[in-house]
């Protein structure tokens, strides 16, 4: 099939590698020159150090032409870019073109998911345009992905034979992918799991141990699927990859900006200091504003998103927070 990548951060190019792998016909988009420059000089992604990319994917700074002939279109933008991208990509998109977000954010103004952010676009902008539109998510951290090591992702469509069409076009013996018709539990899960990860890192830095670690995991995805039910999802959802599954590799690995960042945090940075440290987009820090307001919104209690909100836009002591955490009122663990 003809594909088009839009982002060529680590995760939009480890996936454009797995698709040219894959036999499909790849072009890759990027807002800046010197990245797409590099790309097609070096065949090799700075930030995806010992991996070379296949030889036939193309590389455009232009967006028209990069989504020309196109039967699938990746978005895999910061969040925080999406609308934008979504926006320029119009023009050029044709009737009966798959949309696949591959992003993980809400928007914080809206309130919307990555997969609402570009059908808002399209609604306001293209009206007449068929298309369908797929979540993907899962733990997929890209370093890993780019290195064709095996994990699961999860292609989510409201339309099953459309999932199972973008399930079958990233499928291969080191991708295994499922289907889900619950996009928005995917992308709920794959958003404020940064946020649990943020947790999980300044807890590491501060010195404290796995088990603490093990308990901001656990309780962190009942706060997830308590905001998830409270939107419509289905609960199954966050125990899948694009829940439990995403929470713990983003909590846990070497790999995981979101981590590190914490990490940096718990040891005595600022986020500002630990975010020009790692020289990526941290999504957890994105993602904060819209968890707190659909907490409000909702009702719902997220008392670790709470706390790191407070440390990473207030300024609240890491031990401050976490005493807060501890000496909440006891509660039941069998309700949600």
């Given at each position: 099939?003809?594909?088009?990548v839009l982002g060529a951060?680590?995760?939009?190019?480890?996936?454009?590698?797995?698709?040219?792998?894959?036999?499909?016909?790849?072009?890759?988009?990027?807002?800046?020159?010197?990245?797409?420059?590099?790309?097609?000089?070096?065949?090799?992604?700075?930030?995806?150090?010992?991996?070379?990319?296949?030889?036939?994917?193309?590389?455009?700074?232009?967006?028209?032409?990069?989504?020309?002939?196109?039967?699938?279109?990746?978005?895999?933008?910061?969040?925080?870019?999406?609308?934008?991208?979504?926006?320029?990509?119009?023009?050029?998109l044709r009737d009966g073109?798959?949309?696949?977000?591959?992003?993980?954010?809400?928007?914080?103004?809206?309130?919307?998911?990555?997969?609402?952010?570009?059908?808002?676009?399209?609604?306001?902008?293209?009206?007449?345009?068929?298309?369908?539109?797929?979540?993907?998510?899962?733990?997929?951290?890209?370093?890993?992905?780019?290195?064709?090591?095996?994990?699961?992702?999860?292609?989510?469509?409201?339309?099953?034979?459309?999932?199972?069409?973008?399930?079958?076009?990233?499928?291969?013996?080191?991708?295994?992918?499922?289907?889900?018709?619950?996009?928005?539990?995917?992308?709920?899960?794959?958003?404020?799991?940064?946020?649990?990860?943020?947790?999980?890192?300044?807890?590491?830095?501060?010195?404290?141990?796995?088990?603490?670690?093990?308990?901001?995991?656990?309780?962190?995805?009942?706060?997830?699927?308590?905001?998830?039910?409270?939107?419509?999802?289905?609960?199954?959802?966050?125990?899948?990859?694009?829940?439990?599954?995403?929470?713990?590799?983003?909590?846990?690995?070497?790999?995981?900006?979101?981590?590190?960042?914490?990490?940096?945090?718990?040891?005595?940075?600022?986020?500002?200091?630990?975010?020009?440290?790692?020289?990526?987009?941290?999504?957890?820090?994105?993602?904060?504003?819209?968890?707190?307001?659909?907490?409000?919104?909702?009702?719902?209690?997220?008392?670790?998103?709470?706390?790191?909100?407070?440390?990473?836009?207030?300024?609240?002591?890491?031990?401050?927070?976490?005493?807060?955490?501890?000496?909440?009122?006891?509660?039941?663990?069998?309700?949600?």
């Amino acid at each position: 099939m003809n594909i088009c990548v839009l982002g060529a951060g680590t995760w939009g190019i480890a996936l454009s590698s797995l698709l040219s792998k894959n036999s499909h016909s790849v072009s890759v988009w990027s807002a800046i020159p010197e990245e797409i420059e590099m790309l097609r000089e070096t065949r090799t992604h700075k930030n995806l150090p010992g991996v070379t990319l296949p030889d036939d994917i193309s590389y455009y700074t232009d967006i028209g032409e990069a989504i020309f002939g196109a039967e699938i279109v990746l978005y895999v933008t910061p969040s925080e870019f999406i609308r934008a991208t979504a926006h320029s990509s119009l023009p050029y998109l044709r009737d009966g073109v798959v949309l696949v977000n591959a992003a993980k954010g809400i928007e914080k103004q809206t309130l919307l998911t990555m997969t609402e952010v570009i059908s808002d676009e399209i609604s306001s902008n293209a009206p007449d345009l068929k298309y369908s539109i797929v979540a993907l998510s899962g733990p997929t951290h890209a370093e890993e992905v780019a290195r064709g090591l095996p994990t699961s992702i999860v292609s989510a469509c409201e339309d099953e034979r459309i999932a199972m069409k973008v399930a079958n076009v990233f499928f291969n013996t080191c991708m295994r992918v499922y289907t889900n018709t619950d996009v928005k539990g995917v992308e709920i899960a794959g958003a404020f799991k940064n946020i649990i990860a943020l947790a999980a890192g300044i807890n590491r830095g501060m010195g404290y141990g796995d088990n603490s670690g093990a308990m901001l995991m656990t309780r962190g995805i009942a706060e997830i699927t308590r905001m998830g039910l409270a939107l419509g999802c289905e609960a199954r959802t966050f125990m899948g990859l694009a829940g439990i599954g995403d929470l713990i590799v983003t909590c846990t690995s070497r790999h995981s900006r979101n981590n590190r960042c914490g990490e940096l945090i718990g040891m005595g940075k600022s986020y500002e200091e630990a975010s020009r440290e790692i020289g990526m987009v941290v999504e957890g820090y994105h993602a904060l504003e819209a968890a707190m307001a659909l907490s409000r919104k909702y009702g719902v209690e997220m008392p670790i998103t709470a706390a790191v909100y407070s440390v990473i836009k207030k300024g609240t002591s890491i031990y401050d927070a976490m005493y807060a955490l501890m000496n909440r009122d006891i509660k039941s663990e069998l309700k949600i």
